[in-house]
């Protein structure tokens, strides 16, 4: 059997059963139900159920594909305010040579609990994404502590403690990996001075703090994630400020202010009191691509935004997305001078988030991004395609997983020398069939189809980052 054969044979095949109320399953035909990808799971556990399989899993991906995203969205009986407000739910998705188990826990934090607490935890639902460090599953998000979780039963152990000066204190959920197999990780807090403080975190794949720091920002402003070149860690702050007197929610409490510009801190990785501020114009972004030192700056790549409305979307603008005017990003070469001057940024065609790349080669010269990819097409409010972007060449490879399938963050897995010689693997959620799915690709060669596909009963919500732990 090809691949678009197994793919058309996947559409045929229908399942019943879903978590959380029941749904029912559409007729061949029906409109997508783009809510199921934002609707709750109402356990606290998912027991495990085993995937039907087509096709065959390569040996590189046996092991455990983790993600993380926010899978109970109401509490205290009400609906949350913005998707990214809802309880974290981390899933396992565990591929051997007999097939593929899922099964899913939410993280136990404090508001998941209901119990009241105040600071920082108020504001964290460890609902981002997950990273395996030191023997323990980390559940991240930016605003407060990461949760330790036993990777294997999912179950809860915890917040990471760095030391009694940094309990509670923001985390990102983007932490970078150094050649050496140590980590760099910021937190963010606008709300500690009037300029905001930026937090710099430095550990070891033991999970051990090796240094960390302190620094002002140039204002109060947002940043989801950060890159790096060899040198520099590179942090872009998007004129989105705090002003915690607006509102009661995290979001509320952020204005966007353009004429502040976007601001742009390098920090030296050999000594991090030392920091270059440059800026660039008004934009936001969460995710970024590669990124390198070439000659008198930093070319790097991201997912731009040309400002901040995502943040201030409610959870059923959300759900709708494209049919109800939520913009998408442009992947964008970002130029930023490391002498006096200011940068400029360049998007490209390509509607783009979610990118992953070749993790051999960060902070060096790259060219290989995989994205989820956003069409124009409004009868499509989720991009139903991923991608493989060449930003040398501009050539690009898609798949598209058809109408009514919303593509999740695909990972990439190595297995061999080149830049992007490797594997491809993802989930995706059918709104026709109400099911999830896990797939993997020929990394070179994604436009031929998924190599292997298996199809869950049971749909997921849509989740945000993940990461993959090889058995």
């Known amino acids: 059997m090809d691949r678009r054969s197994l793919l058309q044979g996947m559409a045929a095949t229908l399942l019943a059963g879903c978590v959380g109320p029941r749904v029912s399953i559409p007729a061949p035909g029906a409109p ?49 305010s913005h998707w990214f407000m809802g309880d974290g739910m981390v899933q396992a998705f565990r ?15 404090p508001i998941h609990r209901g119990e009241r607490v105040r600071g920082n935890e108020a504001f964290n639902p460890a609902n981002t994404s997950v990273l395996a460090v030191g023997g323990d599953l980390l559940a991240l998000c930016e605003a407060g502590a ?31 990996p150094e050649r050496d197999g140590s980590y760099w990780n910021f937190g963010l807090a606008p ?31 947002y940043a989801h994630a950060f890159t790096q070149t060899e040198r520099h860690l590179v942090l872009l702050l998007a004129p989105l400020l705090w002003e915690g007197e607006r509102g009661v929610t995290w979001f509320d409490a952020e204005a966007w202010q353009p004429s ?14 030392r920091v270059t501020v440059r800026e660039l114009p008004a934009g936001f972004v969460f995710h970024f691509g590669h990124a390198w030192e070439d000659g008198d700056r930093v070319r790097a790549y991201a997912c731009w935004y040309e400002d901040a409305q995502f943040m201030h979307t409610d959870l059923a603008t959300t ?74 060449s501009g050539g690009v490879q898609r798949f598209d997983y058809g109408p009514g399938v919303i593509p999740e ?24 069939r109400a ?4 797939a993997a690709f020929d990394a070179e060669h994604l436009e031929d189809g998924p190599v292997a596909m298996a199809v869950l009963p049971r749909a997921l919500p849509v989740g945000i980052h993940g990461t993959f732990v090889k058995a």
């Not at 502040?260 to 009191?273: E, F, Q």
């Open 409 to 432: 963050e695909h990972l990439f897995v190595p297995s061999g020398a080149r830049e992007g010689q490797g594997w491809l693997v993802g989930t995706s959620l059918d709104c026709v």
């Open 260 to 273: 502040r510009g976007t601001a742009v801190l390098l920090v030296d990785k050999a000594d991090l009191s």
């Open 95 to 109: 591929i051997g040579p007999g097939g593929l188990t899922h099964h899913g826990r939410f993280v136990q934090t």
């Open 319 to 392: 759900a709708r997305g494209r049919a109800a005017g939520v913009k998408h990003a442009r992947l964008a070469e970002v130029e930023i001078p490391l002498g006096e001057g200011r940068g400029r940024v360049t998007p490209t065609s390509h509607g783009a988030e979610f990118p992953v790349m070749d993790a051999r080669f960060l902070g060096r010269r790259a060219r290989v991004h995989f994205v989820t990819l956003e069409d124009t097409d409004a009868s499509r409010p989720h991009g139903g395609a991923i991608g493989r972007v060449d930003v040398e």
């Open 191 to 221: 709300y500690a001075s009037e300029q905001g403080l930026l937090l710099l975190y430095h550990f070891d794949a033991g999970g051990r703090l090796l240094q960390w720091t302190h620094l002002p920002t140039p204002f109060p402003g």
């Open 32 to 80: 997508p139900d783009w809510g199921l990808g934002w609707r709750s799971v109402t356990v606290d556990a998912l027991e495990p159920v085993a995937a039907r399989v087509r096709g065959r899993f390569p040996a590189p991906l046996h092991g455990t594909l983790y993600r993380n995203g926010p899978a109970r969205l109401e509490r205290g009986g009400e609906r949350v």
């Open 435 to 438: 099911e999830t799915r896990v």
């Open 146 to 176: 990461a949760y330790r979780l036993d990777p294997r039963t999912l179950e809860t152990r915890g917040p990471k403690e760095w030391g009694p000066e940094l309990e509670s204190m923001p985390f990102s959920a983007h932490p970078l």
